[in-house]
């Protein structure tokens, strides 16, 4: 089980000794080998061995070193990988190496359990106490010391001992018991075998003393039951996440690359949901169980287009809320007194102005302060010292779920170990090439000119909507002008130019910028990947910025001259025909763009690749749809619910596209930030503009005159102060709440202080996980200086065994034949 272990910096340096101070830790070994040399003149029957004969084998070195003799051992003694025995170490060294945790097990039972008795029969003497297991020395490794020898005589003795090892760890505590198990270095079914003797013997003794009482029984049985309810109420859990099979399925296929875009569309889809709900219940259902009046239009299909039309007239849009009180008829009650009956009428009010201000307020303001909290934790998760070497360890030897028994969840298993792994070995054989002072200037100035054509044609691109979409202002402002008669649906049919030209450069610059990362030639794909999310995301907070302006600045400034009666309701039209245009122009790519482009290469160029999922494109195409989603929702309280409709039928659209017309990368890469990455971008960029728009819109501008809740209001942020005071005139004594909305909603100040607040909070955060990677890092250092040390204390034990015995001749000449092999690294995390 997982324990959460808190480390602080300044009792670091006090427990564990600095990687710095070498000269002491050498000194220590120094010392436990001299101890090492005392025992060995001491006791001479515990380690001194017999002087090797001419014909003997293993340790004879001349004969390791001939090709004939390596001949009669067979073909896998050329193969050989063990570290220790290519080493050529001597018997006494590897007796030494065997006591070693990783390979007592299975050869030194009786020596562990001897040890691992006397370790719990301390621990027997000491239980009036209570002590806990952590009060023995961290290392559970038994000690070569004491018993003479790693092989020790299997006899009557050790069965004694094993008996006295079960009747030990029977009077111990659960927690020392279980602590105890887990650190024997011995097999799994050893281990099982121990515990269930301790468990038999202490229901024998418990069966033989006492009897259990009926309500214990019953209280135990109580227990057991509402565990097995709880435990079956996580795997009901688990099992109803969404999509949690067809994402296993992208991951063990694709890769964690590829996955990481599921995972954020999942993400967006819960932040869409839950906007849906606040809105939905304190804006829609209140206004359409009391329905304005209004001139209903006859439906004519164009409007699902167009966002006009009939849906002018519905709870779609700003524009058909009332400024006014929703107001339940009277309900009639019959107060009885001993005097006399008094009826009273009491009514049901629901302010509309105030609460769509609200609602808004307080759906972004929740939805920022998950996204902070979003971000902190996957920052947390993602920014670890996870070095490529223990996470394979940990992907190779413990990764496997035994409990997965079906056919399929095997398979699905299978493949996701295996992507996963050969994301690791990648990233581990990721070598940084060593180029000369004009290969890096050469380089330098590919990137710069890849650089320059992107900012260009981002620029280009830009400047080409900021003057179509004035053309498109102009033009309406001239039909308003001459009373154009047409057709109503026609003239906002052709207001769909503006979102076909936006989609259509959103569609085909991405490519551009493929082509040139083609020609930059990057050696890592993350490194390639992020850098086409960096110029996807000029691109597209760019557009938006000009579109932002176009709205507010064109069409919000100056709605007469457009002869439009409601602008808000117009601004939510061009958001929605820019969601809808968004969702078409990716249903087109990805028909045309994979589904026919992988018929055309199989079919026509006769080649069997398949194009490569455009991680990059895709992401940012989310962001900027959930983007123009958070943008709209002020005009279009319905919005998030389209939204939500749109990301469903994208997520097994893509998932079916992926899966038939696209390939795993050719290069496997781990994305541990992708996820990360996205979310910053979700916040940052995306978030925080559309709050700022939101903002500057429900402070500045002035509502619409005609339409909408807050008519007659200078401004959105108004109701508020209107229903303040209202609420003073009512009752004198709140008037503390006008003074509290004029000093602390409508000053700056107090958002600002806020504001810092907020920062300072996750800069405090971001410190926390720095001193946790910098402590992650000091023990990381530890442990490598640890196998150093070890590989130190090896070699002096053969050095000073080496100079013990005597060498013969035959032993001399074949040690003179060999060539000195030096220690592998790979021993020190033995």
């Excluded at 309280?637 to 079916?656: G, W």
Aim: charged share 20%; net charge positive.
């Amino acid at each position: 089980m997982a324990r959460n272990v808190n480390f602080e910096l300044h009792d670091l340096r006090a427990v564990l000794e600095s990687p710095v101070d070498e000269d002491g830790i050498h000194d220590s070994f120094h010392q436990l080998i001299e101890e090492q040399t005392l025992d060995l003149s001491a006791d001479a029957e515990a380690y001194e061995l017999s002087e090797l004969e001419e014909g003997e084998g293993r340790d004879n070195l001349g004969y390791l070193a001939s090709p004939s003799s390596r001949q009669q051992h067979g073909e896998m003694q050329e193969e050989r990988t063990e570290p220790l025995m290519d080493q050529q170490w001597s018997t006494a060294t590897l007796r030494v190496l065997s006591s070693m945790p990783s390979r007592t097990i299975g050869r030194s039972r009786g020596a562990i359990i001897s040890n691992y008795y006397n370790r719990t029969m301390q621990l027997r003497r000491r239980r009036q106490s209570r002590p806990s297991i952590r009060d023995f020395a961290p290392s559970s490794r038994p000690s070569i010391r004491g018993y003479g020898g790693v092989e020790t005589d299997a006899g009557v003795d050790d069965e004694r001992k094993w008996r006295q090892l079960v009747i030990n760890l029977q009077n111990l505590p659960v927690s020392d018991r279980v602590q105890m198990l887990r650190c024997m270095p011995l097999s799994v079914d050893e281990k099982r075998e121990i515990r269930r003797a301790a468990l038999e013997y202490k229901g024998r003794r418990s069966s033989e003393n006492q009897r259990v009482p009926c309500f214990s029984q019953l209280k135990i049985c109580v227990i057991i039951a509402l565990r097995h309810g709880w435990y079956s109420w996580l795997s009901l859990l688990s099992f109803l996440q969404l999509w949690q099979i067809a994402l296993k399925k992208v991951s063990g296929r694709f890769g964690t690359g590829v996955l990481s875009y599921f995972v954020f569309l999942k993400t967006l889809l819960l932040f869409n949901f839950f906007l849906s709900i606040v809105t939905g219940f304190f804006l829609v259902l209140p206004q359409a169980i009391y329905p304005a009046l209004s001139y209903a239009l006859k439906f004519q299909g164009l409007e699902l287009l167009t966002g006009g039309g009939y849906f002018t007239s519905t709870v779609m849009y700003y524009g058909y809320y009332t400024n006014s009180t929703l107001k339940k008829d009277c309900i009639w009650q019959q107060a009885i007194s001993q005097h006399s009956n008094q009826t009273a009428c009491h009514s049901l009010y629901y302010n509309m102005p105030l609460a769509y201000f609200f609602t808004i307020g307080f759906a972004f303001f929740i939805t920022g302060i998950i996204l902070v909290y979003t971000m902190s934790k996957s920052f947390g998760q993602s920014f670890r010292i996870d070095k490529s070497q223990g996470v394979l360890a940990m992907k190779v030897f413990a990764s496997w779920d035994f409990k997965v028994s079906k056919k399929s969840s095997i398979k699905m298993q299978c493949e996701n170990i295996s992507t996963q792994i050969k994301e690791l070995l990648s990233e581990l054989a990721l070598q940084q090439n060593t180029m000369g002072l004009l290969q890096k200037f050469g380089k330098s100035c590919v990137h710069l000119l890849a650089w320059t054509m992107c900012v260009g044609s981002t620029l280009a691109c830009v400047l080409a909507v900021f003057y179509f979409s004035d053309y498109m202002h102009m033009d309406q402002k001239s039909r308003a002008r001459v009373n154009d008669t047409a057709n109503p649906l026609v003239k906002e049919a052709g207001l769909l130019a503006l979102p076909v030209v936006v989609s259509t450069i959103n569609l085909l610059l991405p490519g551009f910028f493929n082509a040139v990362a083609w020609m930059e030639e990057y050696n890592s794909p993350s490194t390639s990947n992020y850098v086409s999310i960096f110029r996807n995301l000029m691109l597209k907070v760019s557009v938006l910025g000009v579109l932002c302006y176009h709205w507010l600045g064109r069409i919000a400034h100056d709605p007469t001259s457009l002869g439009l009666q409601c602008w808000e309701s117009f601004v939510g039209q061009e958001l929605y025909r820019f969601l809808l245009m968004d969702f078409i122009f990716t249903m087109l790519d990805t028909f045309f763009g994979e589904f026919l482009w992988r018929l055309f290469s199989q079919k026509a160029l006769k080649r069997k690749r398949k194009p490569v999922f455009d991680i990059a494109r895709h992401v940012l195409e989310l962001i900027y749809g959930q983007t123009l989603a958070w943008l709209g929702v002020l005009f279009i309280p319905v919005l998030p619910i389209v939204q939500i409709i749109k990301l469903l039928c994208m997520f097994y659209m893509k998932k079916a596209s992926l899966m038939m017309n696209c390939q795993a990368p050719r290069k496997p890469w781990r994305a541990c930030q992708m996820t990360t990455i996205f979310i910053t971008l979700l916040c940052f960029p995306s978030f925080l503009g559309a709050s700022v728009f939101v903002t500057y819109t429900m402070w500045t501008i002035k509502p619409s005159e005609s339409c909408g809740p807050f008519r007659g209001l200078n401004s959105m942020f108004q109701s508020g102060k209107r229903w303040v005071e209202e609420l003073e005139k009512g009752n004198p004594n709140l008037g503390w709440l006008v003074w509290a909305h004029t000093y602390l909603v409508e000053n700056p100040f107090f958002l600002f202080v806020g504001a810092g607040i907020f920062l300072i909070v996750i800069y405090f955060h971001t410190q926390v996980l720095d001193g946790q990677r910098k402590i992650i890092s000091l023990l990381q250092e530890q442990i490598k200086n640890e196998g150093e040390d070890k590989k130190f204390l090896i070699t002096k034990l053969q050095f000073i065994h080496e100079q013990k015995r005597p060498l013969s001749s035959h032993r001399i000449r074949g040690a003179s034949e060999v060539k000195p092999v030096s220690v592998p690294l790979s021993l020190c995390y033995l």
